[in-house]
């Protein structure tokens, strides 16, 4: 008994883990595992009883975190975008803009699932558009079934790591940090990984360029009455858009000082990119929407439709993201801004009714619930863990790694990505960051930078095989048997699940090059943060202890607490009444009453309110 007392947090963790591979539900194996151990540890004397009781208070706090209240609205904003048929318009449009080059539909896949990732934050709904809409066309003009399937995947799931991801909330919320903060230190990774993606398509392209073919000519409908491709004129907006944006990002501290009434140097990196991003949006739709009112003739059609098919979902990446990176709304505000948002846009474009509002609401339900019922039982787990010095057992075993903080990033992030074989990032969100975060706060280590780099790393999660939720989602909608294209009327060949597996072992390897270019390099996560405000303490202390120097050398005219009770300044205090404090010393003639100024000082604060 006395070994398993000594050692009861290693032991109760495996007893997780056996929970686990039994194959019951995380929740409820959280739950038992805490329950079990927690009563079996009060009859072994390894804690009190009374930390059961602190069990309701810590769920109360799970109902009470507003924080949370952002999973249910960027979920039920993406359910009504997807089912909106957003993806759809997306695809067909900036498909025919890059479609003439080789791995232009791939390139579109990425581009649009990186739109979808800033507006949507729900990996399935992306995964499972883009494969419905994109992969049929894919297979139907020659693409490698393994690049178009592991394409389609990785693009989904930058869900994960471009804001408003999900995970990013969840991790914000175990780690103890602001919502906003993680969505700026993981804005440039994520896009960055987006271009990872793009690299390895143009890769393809130049070495292996049977594998990506351009989409025929024709294939290309936007096209003019004198059969110009209209490329000429789409360039010009986004040529004066883009300018736009660089004077915007290059002028936004002095819009900030305009707007403020007060100087302002420096401007984060991320509000720069997105209110350059919505100036540049801003004038592009301007110029579209001035040429169809007047019939300008100005605008080709297909500069046209990409003017007003880009323009709904950037303008709400600016009404989420930009009021979030403004300061203006909280994430959760954010969140409730989007969801409405998107149902304006969905009865709008008239491609949502009452029945796919029932389903958006019902599967947000779902998800919500089940996030709920993870974080009751993570919280039981953990609070009998921490009561048996869990924290402790793994702060001494990550702690004792070699190489200091690289090494246990290195270690950490080994772990992360075969945990994620078996388990998916809600479960290590709420099971493995709790135990790390602390480890990693006292070795130095920025949460946020922190938090940033586990989410890259769960993001291979989605693209495991064969676990991987995205090759799941992406098997649902991928066609089984052969079957004839309706446009070509040719044998399309099956899709097989060997082939998604293969399709999706490139992109794992790019996440985790990904992560090691945030291991060398903190700073593109860190650097998008506002600059923590540092006050010297003992500064502030010379400057008040200067300020009461200033003032004669003691309590004269200037005297902050005014005169004693019963006496005019200047005069000698009164005596003291039976049964009170004596008041303090009479300063000396250098305005302290004692040797050591800071003692001085701190004495005569504490007896201002008897001199009131």
């Not at 135990?435 to 790393?457: H, R, S, T, Y």
């Not at 003291?576 to 302290?592: T, V």
Request: charged share 10%; net charge negative.
């Amino acid at each position: 008994m006395e070994f398993i007392a000594t050692n009861y947090a290693p032991i109760m963790f495996a007893g997780l883990i056996c929970f686990l591979l039994l194959g019951f539900p995380v929740a409820f194996s959280l739950g038992a595992a805490g329950l079990a151990f927690g009563f079996l540890g009060i009859e072994l004397g390894v804690f009190p009883s009374s930390v059961m009781a602190w069990l309701p208070q810590r769920l109360i706090g799970i109902m009470a975190n507003d924080t949370l209240l952002a999973v249910p609205f960027f979920t039920l904003m993406g359910l009504i975008l997807e089912r909106s048929g957003m993806a759809e318009d997306l695809l067909d449009t900036v498909g025919q803009v890059f479609g003439p080059i080789r791995g232009g539909l791939a390139l579109a896949v990425i581009f649009v699932g990186a739109l979808l990732a800033a507006t949507t934050g729900v990996v399935a709904a992306s995964v499972i558009s883009m494969g419905l809409i994109s992969l049929p066309i894919m297979l139907r003009y020659g693409y490698d079934r393994r690049l178009a399937s592991g394409v389609i995947a990785a693009s989904g799931t930058l869900a994960q790591i471009i804001p408003p991801s999900l995970v990013l909330i969840l991790m914000a919320d175990q780690l103890g940090k602001s919502v906003g903060d993680m969505y700026k230190g993981a804005f440039i990774p994520g896009f960055m990984l987006m271009g990872l993606y793009v690299v390895w398509v143009a890769f393809l392209a130049i070495f292996k360029p049977h594998t990506v073919p351009a989409l025929p000519p024709e294939a290309r409908i936007y096209r003019e009455s004198n059969g110009n491709s209209g490329y000429i004129s789409l360039v010009v907006v986004m040529g004066l858009s883009t300018i736009v944006a660089i004077f915007l990002a290059s002028h936004m501290a002095d819009l900030h000082t305009w707007w403020q009434g007060k100087e302002v140097t420096e401007v984060a990196t991320d509000e720069k990119i997105v209110t350059a991003m919505c100036g540049g949006t801003f004038i592009a739709f301007v110029i579209a929407s001035l040429n169809r009112v007047l019939k300008l003739g100005l605008l080709s059609k297909l500069a046209e439709r990409v003017t007003f098919v880009l323009i709904p979902p950037l303008l709400l990446i600016f009404l989420v993201l930009g009021t979030i990176f403004l300061g203006i709304a909280t994430p959760t505000e954010g969140g409730a801004m989007g969801a409405m948002a998107a149902l304006i846009m969905g009865f709008a474009r008239r491609r949502l009714n009452m029945d796919l509002l029932k389903q958006a609401l019902a599967s947000t339900t779902k998800l919500a619930s089940f996030v709920m019922f993870i974080m009751i039982g993570a919280t039981t787990f953990s609070l009998v863990f921490q009561a048996a010095d869990g924290p402790k057992w793994v702060e001494h075993l990550l702690t004792s790694l070699p190489g200091g903080q690289v090494g246990f990033l290195i270690v950490v992030n080994i772990m992360i990505f075969f945990l994620a074989f078996f388990l998916d990032y809600f479960e290590l969100s709420f099971i493995v960051v709790p135990l790390l975060g602390p480890v990693a706060e006292k070795m130095g280590i920025d949460l946020i930078w922190f938090g940033v780099l586990l989410a890259v790393n769960m993001q291979t999660s989605f693209m495991h095989p064969p676990f991987g939720f995205a090759l799941f989602f992406l098997r649902s909608v991928a066609p089984d048997k052969q079957y004839v294209d309706k446009v070509t009327h040719k044998v399309i060949a099956p899709v097989t699940t060997m082939q998604i597996y293969k399709g999706a072992v490139p992109f794992v390897l790019i996440q985790l090059v990904m992560v090691g270019v945030l291991i060398a390099f903190p700073g593109i996560v860190t650097g998008a943060l506002d600059k923590p405000v540092v006050v010297d303490m003992n500064k502030v202390g010379d400057e008040m202890l200067n300020q009461l120097n200033d003032a004669g050398g003691g309590y004269g005219a200037d005297n902050p607490f005014g005169a004693p009770e019963g006496g005019e300044e200047g005069s000698a205090p009164a005596a003291p009444a039976e049964g009170s404090q004596p008041a303090p010393a009479a300063p000396d003639a250098s305005g302290y009453g004692s040797d050591d100024p800071a003692k001085a000082l701190q004495d005569s604060l504490s007896a201002a309110p008897a001199a009131k």
